[in-house]
């Protein structure tokens, strides 16, 4: 990594994957192309799960120990600074393009291994742990939704092989 001074530890790039909306999962297709794809995604342990449908693309690449990189940021905001704050550094170029003209972020990047997941109670699982992070208020109807929805829907695990995470902050 080359800014040293921003990394993180693994564990926080896990802490950044559990909290982020979303990733984006990117492989090189077998023509050679760059596939990308945002996906929702979860963890549990090393692992990370998605699903998607049974035909495409993604169904076509994320099997067989497939490697990928997964992209997740749970934090991205510019700077917002009060007028006696943007006052006191208008005239100094390296402040403000440290403190105004820059992004805060916390980021993560997992070199993974695809895999379609084929046992049923794996699928079950792993499609509960998704549902309970992106629809927990609707758990009590998840019962009837996975028993018509996992027969068109493909679960994929992600095992995670190695992590890189950083983030800037600004601090005052």
Do not use: W
Request: aromatic content about 6%; glycine content about 6%; charged content about 25%.
């Amino acid at each position: 990594m080359r800014r040293k001074d921003r990394e993180l530890s693994a564990q926080d790039g896990l802490a950044i994957i559990d909290a982020s909306e979303y990733g984006t999962i990117s492989c090189i297709a077998d023509d050679g192309e760059i596939f990308s794809v945002p996906v929702s995604v979860v963890r549990e342990g090393a692992s990370l799960f998605l699903h998607g449908a049974p035909a495409g693309t993604k169904a076509k690449l994320l099997n067989g120990g497939k490697e990928a990189t997964l992209v997740c940021v749970s934090y991205a905001r510019v700077p917002v600074l009060t007028d006696e704050q943007l006052d006191a550094i208008k005239d100094d170029g390296k402040a403000l393009a440290a403190k105004v003209f820059t992004t805060e972020y916390k980021s993560a990047v997992a070199k993974v291994k695809a895999y379609l997941v084929t046992d049923e109670v794996a699928r079950l699982h792993a499609l509960r742990l998704l549902c309970e992070k992106y629809t927990p208020a609707y758990m009590s109807a998840f019962d009837v939704a996975a028993a018509h929805g996992l027969k068109a829907t493909n679960i994929y695990e992600l095992k995670i092989e190695s992590i890189t995470a950083k983030a800037k902050i600004i601090r005052d």
